[in-house]
């Protein structure tokens, strides 16, 4: 259970704090100790320094980050005035310069290169976006809201999974903004820190209204990260439910957990006259656990992101509709991983 607001801040900030400054400051110990691994364990090399050096660099950038929110909220006149526009503003822009060093130190440690395939900004300057993206593979919502506010020059809402909120300061800044944090394997139920709250559906459709030109929606529509036991699961889920032509479409797709048409359909009847954009990526979506990520280490490998869009008028109007078309663009992105996987 994620512990009440009050709880993360008076327990979670301070100890991030203290872990954070003893990783700093121990780490030419660390760093010396790490590198013997590497040459002690086979086949090991360079990963306990590669590895070390990312969790020490999170950190710092954690501690900068936390206490940039406690000057935002100073100037904020002690948190009166935290929600408005030009406090947005402040906030949108740390978000970016954090997502902008962690970046910076991926690529540069895992040797990562992320490329990114799709119309250029200008197709859609000035005009509110939802942003509908395929979920898999390590930190894809962090290179998604990274791309969106860095190389596209947006403000994204997005709706991510509450325990997100373990994070001091992911759940700090983004409570400030106007995303939504859902309860993990609980839809429709809204979450921990506020009982009272209306159902997802409501929450999310809420989150889409009043998008502007700068504006971008987030939404995953699987639910959570891809696996093939989940997408197992999924598949009976919708079995059980007796949606035989949902079940057919979801067996044809290997590569992505059939979509969950409830946010999708409450996103487009709050923000009807928003673009749409569809993205696929693939590079890390083998990478399923942490044991995963270690034999992988360095990664040296391309991300390839794809970006379709969609303008407002090519929406469909009705709700049967937006679930075929939802359908549609699934497949049309499974079948784009499915290749770009066998060519890569």
């Known amino acids: 259970m994620l512990p009440p607001w009050w709880l993360r801040r008076f327990l979670l900030v301070p100890l991030m704090l203290v872990v954070a400054v003893g990783a700093v400051v121990t780490l030419p110990i660390t ?3 790490a590198a013997g691994l590497g040459l002690i364990l086979p086949g090991v090399r360079t990963r306990p320094l590669r590895l070390l050096i990312l969790v020490v660099g999170y950190l710092a950038a954690e501690v900068v980050a936390l206490f940039a929110l406690g000057g935002l909220w100073v100037l904020a006149g002690f948190g009166r005035t935290i929600r408005e526009p030009k406090s947005e503003a402040r906030h949108y822009a740390l978000v970016r ?3 902008e060093w962690l970046y910076w130190l991926i690529t540069r440690v895992l040797h990562l290169r992320v490329t990114v395939d799709g119309p250029a900004p200008e197709a859609y300057r000035d005009r509110p976006l939802i942003v509908f993206c395929r979920h898999a593979g390590p930190g894809d919502s962090f290179l998604i809201v990274h ?3 860095d190389w596209y020059d947006r403000e994204p809402r997005i709706v991510l999974k509450d325990t997100l909120q373990w994070d001091p300061a992911i759940d700090i800044v983004l409570n ?3 995303n939504r944090f859902i309860r993990s394997g609980s839809p429709g139920r809204p979450t921990a820190d506020e009982p009272g709250r209306p159902p997802v559906e409501e929450e999310i459709g809420g989150l889409a209204r ?7 929606l987030v939404l995953f529509p699987e639910g959570g990260n891809f ?3 989940r997408r197992i699961r999924a598949i009976q889920r919708l079995r059980r439910k007796g949606l035989v032509a949902e079940v057919r479409k979801a067996e044809a797709m290997r590569h992505v957990l059939p979509p969950r048409p409830a946010g999708v359909l409450a996103v487009l009847e709050n923000a009807g006259d928003a673009d749409v954009v569809w993205v696929g990526h693939t590079g890390t979506d083998h990478l399923l656990s ?4 270690w034999a992988a280490l360095p990664m040296d490998t391309e991300i390839l992101m794809r970006w379709w869009h969609v303008p407002a008028g090519g929406v469909p109007a009705e709700p049967e509709a937006q679930i075929s078309w939802l359908y549609e663009w699934w497949k049309r992105i499974d079948d784009w991983i499915a290749v770009n996987r066998l060519t890569r």
Do not use: E, H, M, S
Request: hydrophobic share 60%; net charge neutral.
């Open 227 to 229: 696996t093939a036991r």
């Open 290 to 293: 942490v044991a995963d990520v």
């Open 97 to 99: 310069l954090f997502l």
């Open 176 to 178: 400030r903004l106007p």
């Open 31 to 33: 760093a010396l100790v």
């Open 210 to 216: 009043r998008l502007d030109g700068n504006d971008a």
């Open 147 to 149: 791309a969106l506010l």
